[in-house]
């Protein structure tokens, strides 16, 4: 059973950078896709970003290109997000997710949210205008 834990939400002003962090334990870190997803008040869960077990492929919805990135450190079982140039249409609760990939080698990385098998708690991001 892997546990997530995000941090690093907050609130912050339009134009304003976060990073959140995800540190995962219970499980081998190397054998998981780490994603980002994120859901706003009255609207579904969305995919923001995705990166591979190899950590070389990433993937992003076209809202966040650009201004999120994306990555890991396999040292610390950690993945991060970095958000830059925040805007209001950002604000929601980010949720970090594991994806156990077993067919889809080391640069796999979905966007697709039911592949993804554990799930944080979630931090609230608000970005005001």
């Known amino acids: 059973q892997v546990q997530l834990v995000e941090s690093g939400g907050g609130l912050v002003q339009t134009g304003g950078s976060l990073r959140l962090s995800c540190e995962a334990s219970?499980?081998?870190?190397?054998?998981?896709?780490m994603g980002w997803f994120r859901q706003a008040p009255g609207k579904e869960r969305e995919f923001v970003a995705a990166?591979?077990?190899?950590?070389?492929?990433?993937r992003y919805t076209d809202a966040v290109k650009g201004r999120f990135t994306i990555s890991r450190d396999s040292a610390k079982n950690t993945v991060y997000l970095q958000m830059n140039s925040l805007r209001p249409e950002d604000t929601a609760v980010y949720y970090c997710?594991?994806?156990?990939?077993?067919?889809?080698?080391?640069?796999?990385?979905?966007?697709?949210?039911?592949?993804?098998?554990?799930w944080g708690q979630g931090t609230q991001v608000t970005v005001s205008s």
């Open positions: 997710s594991a994806d156990h990939v077993r067919f889809g080698g080391v640069h796999y990385a979905t966007n697709r949210a039911n592949e993804y098998d554990y």
């Open positions: 219970g499980g081998s870190f190397s054998d998981y896709a």
């Open positions: 990166i591979s077990r190899s950590g070389t492929s990433t």
